[in-house]
């Protein structure tokens, strides 16, 4: 056995590693969209970054840890965003209505990122669940909420028994919803519910919903 082989696999020659990473990753992560888990192939992620199959396992073990940091990419992408969300000046009501356009927004320019979540979902989250990552790294989704529930609270604007993970809950699914669900929404109703043209309209809407639940009476 020649030293190389004791001392493991070489790195792989590239002057730019990070950035053969980030192209690894965006072609993965359309790849695995459009195909799944299953179905996407590390020979046609290989081919289209023009990287060797080898240098793919260098950098990320397997398909499945491929995949997985996928999924930790995608999610990293909204919580940066929610973290960036400046909503400290904003009164209570007009930040939560704030978050909730941020997330539509994001969910309908993201496509991909519908897609792999739904995915995921069918292997009930055992990707998900063996990543010691995601506990940590989506923590902002919920202390962006529990802030403005905070002062929301103590301006006595909102309902004191409002839960972040529920309100988080309500806007995740309606922006969920109207992309996951656009072509059997159009096909039944004759309309696409992630049109353009509907985005202000939606935005509003949603900002409605979760605003008049927040300012309800708590149950007695």
Avoid: W
């Amino acid at each position: 056995m020649s030293a190389v082989d004791a001392d493991g696999p070489r790195p792989p020659r590239t002057r730019d590693p990070e950035g053969t990473k980030a192209e690894i990753l965006r072609v993965a992560r359309e790849e695995f969209a459009r195909l799944g888990f299953h179905g996407a192939r590390v020979d046609e992620i290989a081919a289209r970054t023009r990287t060797a199959k080898r240098m793919i396992y260098y950098y990320f073990g397997s398909k499945e840890e491929l995949f997985v940091r996928v999924l930790e990419t995608a999610y990293e992408q909204i919580r940066m965003a929610e973290s960036n969300l400046d909503i400290e000046h904003l009164e209570p009501e007009a930040a939560i209505r704030r978050l909730a356009a941020l997330t539509l927004q994001h969910h309908e320019d993201n496509e991909d990122f519908i897609r792999l979540v739904a995915l995921e979902n069918i292997y009930e989250a055992a990707h998900m669940r063996a990543s010691p990552e995601f506990a940590a790294s989506n923590s902002p989704a919920l202390t962006v909420v529990e802030r403005i529930l905070e002062a929301g609270c103590a301006s006595g604007v909102f309902r004191k028994d409002a839960d972040a993970v529920d309100v988080h809950a309500m806007i995740s699914s309606f922006c969920f919803f109207r992309v996951s669900n656009r072509h059997t929404f159009a096909a039944l109703f004759g309309r696409d519910l992630a049109a353009p043209e509907l985005r202000e309209h939606h935005s509003a809407l949603l900002g409605d919903m979760v605003v008049a639940y927040l300012k309800s009476a708590a149950p007695s």
